[in-house]
């Protein structure tokens, strides 16, 4: 069902991957998180990507999917590394993949982000993206809070108050990781308002959110539902970041299906 991709985009090709479920129609376009991949994180379980999962439960509802790799993450890399890649360029990506689903005859598309992918969601969607719904799961809404929990208060400092213009940051990563940012990335880190950016979107949301989740916290989802004027729907659960993926996926599925249902309502 799988089939790999490579998408045009400025600089550097875009890696994805297209589960079709048929003939062009209804498509979802899934946009990974922070150092993320467009499979997402292995499940221990089941040996696959939490959105290769995803992919494979919306094509058996009847719903074709495209996962892509950012820039700069995954198998996008080349002349873009992940360093010089930012919000905005994400929200750049999201466009040309948006792009190139129209052109293959797909449509509507609906965007589905997990965390900082649903950060890039709302930002594309609130500017004018023409996308037929949002999904946003542990979306980030509150940029500083959330990375202040993800790279940690001293690295988030360290990263905003560097002075170099053009050398990139290194971050180590609470689990030990360690990657370079950019100085736009601070920089947007700063000025980017997800919340204000989705109320600009008017078309059908739906915001998912985890109660045990360490790095996004509810108050992200309240503000991202109570900016948003058009149909909604909200769906919290009991789950991590990660969806409890280290305890099984019934959190996991239970999710997609709501996902599902969301897609099938409209």
């Not at 999917?65 to 992940?82: K, V, W, Y």
């Not at 500017?127 to 202040?148: D, H, K, M, T, Y």
């Not at 108050?219 to 409890?244: E, I, T």
């Amino acid at each position: 069902m799988d089939q790999t991709l490579t998408l045009p985009s400025p600089r550097q090709p875009m890696a994805a991957t297209l589960n079709r479920s048929g003939p062009p129609g209804p498509v979802v376009l899934l946009l990974h998180g922070f150092t993320g991949s467009r499979d997402e994180m292995q499940i221990p379980s089941t040996g696959e990507g939490v959105f290769a999962r995803t992919a494979r439960q919306l094509a058996g509802a009847g719903y074709s999917s495209l996962r892509i790799d950012f820039r700069g993450s995954g198998e996008s890399q080349g002349q873009m590394s992940f360093a010089e890649s930012d919000f905005e360029t994400q929200v750049a990506d999201v466009l040309s993949a948006l792009d190139w689903l129209r052109a293959q005859g797909y449509g509507p598309v609906h965007l589905l982000g997990w965390s900082q992918g649903g950060m890039i969601a709302s930002l594309a969607a609130g500017r004018g993206a023409e996308v037929g719904s949002v999904i946003l799961w542990n979306a980030v809404a509150e940029p500083q809070e959330s990375f202040g929990r993800i790279l940690g208060p001293k690295m988030l400092a360290r990263g905003m108050a560097a002075d170099d213009q053009e050398t990139p940051v290194g971050i180590t990563l609470p689990w030990g990781d360690r990657v370079k940012l950019g100085r736009q990335f601070f920089r947007q880190l700063a000025s980017l308002d997800p919340v204000q950016e989705i109320a600009r979107y008017r078309g059908p949301l739906m915001v998912a959110w985890g109660s045990a989740d360490p790095l996004v916290p509810e108050s992200s989802a309240r503000a991202l539902l109570a900016a948003h004027d058009g149909p909604q729907a909200a769906y919290a659960g009991p789950f991590d970041h990660a969806f409890d993926i280290h305890h099984g996926t019934r959190a996991l599925d239970a999710l997609i299906a709501r996902s599902i249902a969301f897609l099938d309502g409209l």
